[in-house]
């Protein structure tokens, strides 16, 4: 071979991806290449290990080979290839031997290869541009590790030159802060400390610097001092006195110095200046004079309206076209008579328009309202008492018998009474008797006086009905009456046997004096009469337990029987509570529908699904070298869609992120896909396989997951009757559509007019194209709940109502955090709106929110919306207005406010908390007011 080409190394610049890099001339082995790496200054510099960092294709051939790197050179960062062979001669020839054109070749090749490598090394040196040259070509490179300077012709190092400056520019400093200088006249000197303090520098009429007082020309705005109330001596034209009674500024206008006596006020000292009184000699200084004084427009007139503002002085200007405005500068613009104030960056035109934003005066005062979570409800004593009267009261249970003849008891609790008991229907004062009859309304009544006894023990009153007498194959009444007597019981349980049959349900009688309960496995009815004095106290009040009965006769009752119950005598129960547990039923397009005005609550908290969490101990990992692929196993008999019941439908999928996630929901989403194999091939996605009933579904390379459910009830808790409801401790979850979806037709335009829904501690999660919460022509409280992982919002307000959310968090859903809408007020105290795909908080299209001590946090990744990640405000879609309100709130990613429609405007005022970000990005048709 020959060496065919003076390159000896090549130098490349990384893209954070490549990692195979061509090196284009001959080595003999692997080992002969010095392969070194900087970052994209040069500052550091690493030499490569052979094995370790990177391998070596291409030894010993004339058009060279690859370095390949054991990870991608970062992006920016520089690599060099270089030819680096021993300087050492180790070819030998022997005296007569053989002649070896190509070892004789290799040899002039070596040597010719360490000349290139001294060349190349020459080439790195400090010299001399040619032999003439009296100076040295560093060619642009830093010269480092100089040593201290000793004579005057040495080169001198940067930290040295530094001391040498200070210490000049000490010495010229310490003349010149004592030094006022001017081109063309000379300066007298100020007078001492004393006679300079709280004055400010100007110039008289010949252009000399003078003192002023502030107090006189105003040009550091108005000087506050004291009050009317408390008295005062103004002797500066631009003092102003605070009137405490009205909280006003005035200033006064008439001759100085002006004394105010004690508990004065303005119209008593002078009158204050208005149309009906222009001869007043005060001047209301609030927002009212800042017009007047925009008007002036005039650079005299900027103090007086920096102070009102709250602005820096110094940065303001009147506007002027093409003027280049720079960060921090305000500007006063004449707007046909209507003063108006705007900011921003960039070359002032002829009139203000995007990107200045204008900033109104202040935010209006808004009182931070102050609610408090009532106590959760607790279940109500319930009793019967009977006062002595001459009118007949009393309660009845019919039930049937069957077809086998047991002794019948009836038990009443906490039986007290101040008669003696008597077997009969007409009793003088207190009777009891059993009644045969064909039917629980009493036809054909037979009176069943013979074999029943009866007994007092322990504050119970057994009647007893031996099987003798029992109607078998009819039904049995047993009737306790009162006349003329005092008698009092909290509860009456019938039994045949050891069965209960029937019992007098005064927690879910309702308010009616008939009341009639029909199950299937059993059937009976409950009828009382009261008058005068006496009285039946009734809870209205269904308990629900996991191992609640599947009948009429249990006290606490299962999901599927106590909403069968509510759904037949919704008039009559108006308080639901859930003893505790995770509550689900299959085959139900909404868990549990609200029919009237009740109370729901759950002491020890309770959860409703919405359908069926996939639990990950539960996944089967497919064989898939490509992305994490499992299997489930769902039962689709469960599911309300007949469609997806038998195959021809696709079960609806959705995630819930973990603890501590800050990503957002839209991130896990799994995508619908048409095949298993498709499944293998695509990155968040899922297929169910009917016939085996297995749910496929694939993460993606990395394994970023989620908890998953397959989500059947369009709705977890529904109400759809304009009903006021008030809820404790309960979470909802797994909705295709709402977890909490309370709609009303109508709305009252009054603040809440329309139905109430008040919320404690309550829970929504994982729903499929929905809101955690949703409340549309509602008014609401979400006190301390939490919304997160849906696939719209965490809580959605749309078309009329006003919210209080106090507290809670709404997390890590799809698209924002809590959306108000349309005619929606909304009141958003120390809520936590963190890591949602759209905005943390979006106030839209017609709706007024306020907002106070907000924490508000940036997902690692957003859609790709302008406001995503921010506070935000948004008008458009036929709303003249949007208007957000964010008081010392604590974000990490700003505010944004936006115009979709032309001519709406979305206002947003942002007073930040010290230290967050209050960077505000907008649009066209914006108000922006910073504080």
Not at 132 to 142: E, H, I, P, S, V
Not at 292 to 308: G, M, N
Not at 328 to 346: H, L, R
Not at 384 to 413: H, N, P, W
Request: neutral net charge; aromatic residues 10%; contains cysteine.
């Amino acid at each position: 071979m020959t060496v065919s080409t003076e390159i000896s190394s090549n130098e490349y610049t990384g893209n954070g991806v490549t990692t195979d890099f061509d090196y284009k001339f001959r080595i003999f082995k692997a080992n002969q290449l010095s392969v070194i790496t900087s970052d994209a200054d040069g500052d550091n510099v690493v030499t490569l290990r052979l094995g370790t960092d990177y391998t070596v294709t291409g030894a010993n051939k004339s058009a060279g080979g690859k370095v390949i790197l054991t990870k991608p050179l970062a992006n920016g960062h520089k690599i060099s290839i270089a030819r680096d062979i021993p300087i050492t001669q180790e070819t030998s020839f022997r005296n007569q031997s053989k002649f070896f054109a190509e070892t004789h070749e290799d040899a002039f090749d070596y040597l010719t290869m360490l000349m290139q490598r001294l060349w190349g090394n020459l080439g790195l040196f400090l010299k001399r541009p040619s032999i003439l040259a009296n100076w040295f070509d560093a060619k642009g490179y830093r010269i480092a590790s100089l040593g201290k300077p000793k004579s005057d012709s040495d080169a001198v190092d940067l930290g040295t030159l530094k001391d040498k400056v200070e210490g000049v520019n000490s010495t010229i400093l310490k003349k010149e802060k004592r030094t006022l200088r001017v081109d063309d006249i000379d300066i007298s000197s100020f007078p001492k400390a004393p006679a300079r303090r709280n004055k400010q520098i100007g110039f008289d009429n010949s252009g000399r610097p003078t003192l002023l007082d502030p107090i006189e020309t105003g040009a550091l705005g108005y000087q506050l001092v004291d009050s009317f109330e408390k008295g005062a001596t103004l002797a500066g034209r631009f003092q102003a006195l605070f009137w405490e009674e009205k909280k006003k500024y005035f200033r006064w206008d008439g001759p100085l110095p002006k004394v105010v006596p004690p508990n004065s006020t303005p119209n008593e000292t002078g009158g204050i200046k208005s149309d009906e009184n222009p001869n007043g000699l005060w001047v209301d200084v609030g927002e009212a004079s800042l017009r007047s004084e925009l008007k002036r427009s005039s650079v005299l007139h900027l103090p007086p309206i920096a102070t009102l503002l709250n602005l820096n002085y110094s940065n303001g200007k009147i506007w002027e076209s093409g003027h280049q405005a720079n960060n921090g500068e305000w500007f006063v613009f004449d707007n046909d008579g209507t003063p108006e104030v705007w900011d921003g960056i960039g070359t002032l035109g002829n009139e203000p328009a995007h990107p200045f934003q204008r900033i109104a005066t202040k935010p209006p005062l808004i009182s931070r309202p102050i609610l408090t979570k009532p106590e959760m409800p607790k279940p109500k004593v319930c009793f019967v008492s009977f006062r002595a009267s001459d009118q007949m009261k009393y309660l009845e249970l019919a039930f049937r018998v069957g077809d086998i003849a047991e002794d019948v008891s009836v038990v009443l609790k906490g039986f007290s009474s101040n008669k003696a008991i008597e077997i009969s229907e007409n009793p003088s004062g207190i009777g009891v008797v059993y009644v045969a009859q064909d039917d629980k309304i009493g036809t054909n009544p037979t009176y069943l006086k013979s074999a029943v006894t009866t007994s007092i023990s322990n504050g119970e009153l057994t009647v007893t009905l031996a099987k003798s007498s029992v109607p078998v194959g009819r039904f049995c009444r047993f009737s306790i009456r009162c006349v003329d007597a005092d008698a009092y019981f909290d509860k009456a349980i019938a039994y045949i046997g050891s069965d209960i049959v029937a019992h007098s349900s005064l927690s879910r009688m309702g308010t009616s004096l008939y009341k009639e309960f029909v199950d299937s496995t059993c059937d009976f009815s409950v009828k009382s009469q009261v008058s005068g004095n006496s009285f039946i106290s009734r809870d209205n009040l269904i308990r629900i337990a996991l191992g609640g009965g599947d009948s009429l006769t249990s006290e606490i009752l299962s999901l599927k029987k106590a909403y069968q119950y509510y759904a037949s005598a919704r008039s009559s129960i108006t308080r639901i509570m859930f003893e505790g547990g995770v509550f689900y039923e299959p085959l139900r397009q909404r868990q549990w529908i609200i029919r009237g005005d009740c109370d729901i609550w759950a002491p020890n908290g309770a959860t409703i699904l919405g359908g069926v969490e996939m639990k990950t101990g539960a996944w089967v990992q497919v064989e898939n070298p490509n992305r994490p692929t499992y299997y489930c196993l769902y039962d689709a008999s469960t599911n309300p869609d007949s469609a997806i019941r038998n195959g021809t439908k696709q079960p609806f999928v959705y995630v819930e992120m973990q603890q501590r996630s800050i990503e957002s929901a839209f991130t896990r989403e799994l995508r619908n896909v048409s095949s298993i194999d498709t499944v293998k091939s695509t990155d968040f996605s899922y297929y169910y396989e009917h016939t085996t009933g297995r749910l496929y579904f694939s993460w993606n390379n990395i394994n970023q997951n989620a908890y998953l459910y397959v989500c059947e009830s369009d709705a977890v808790i529904f109400n759809d009757g304009s009903f006021n409801v008030s809820m404790w401790g309960v979470t909802a979850t797994s909705a295709k559509v709402n977890d909490f979806d309370f709609r009303s037709a109508t709305y009252s335009s009054s603040e809440f007019g329309g139905p109430i829904a008040k919320l404690y501690d309550c829970n929504a999660s994982v729903a499929v194209v929905g809101n955690g919460f949703s409340m549309n022509n509602y008014d609401c409280v979400l006190y301390n709940c939490n919304g997160k992982s849906v696939g719209n919002d965490g809580a959605g307000f749309h078309n009329n109502g006003v919210s209080y959310i106090i507290g809670g968090s709404y997390s890590n859903n799809s698209d924002d955090g809590i959306s108000h809408h349309e005619n929606c007020v909304g009141y958003v105290i120390g809520s936590h709106l963190k890591y949602n795909g759209a905005g943390n908080s979006t106030p839209a299209f017609g709706a007024k929110v306020y907002h106070w001590d907000v924490v508000s946090r940036k997902a690692t990744v957003t859609k790709t919306k302008p406001y995503a990640g921010t506070l935000a405000c948004i008008s458009g879609q036929g709303f003249d207005k949007t208007e957000a309100y964010y008081f010392t709130c604590d974000t990490d990613n700003g505010y944004f406010a936006e115009s979709q429609q032309a001519g709406t405007t979305a206002t947003l005022y942002a007073i930040s908390r010290a230290g967050s970000n209050i960077e505000i990005k907008s649009t066209e048709s914006t108000l922006v007011v910073k504080s």
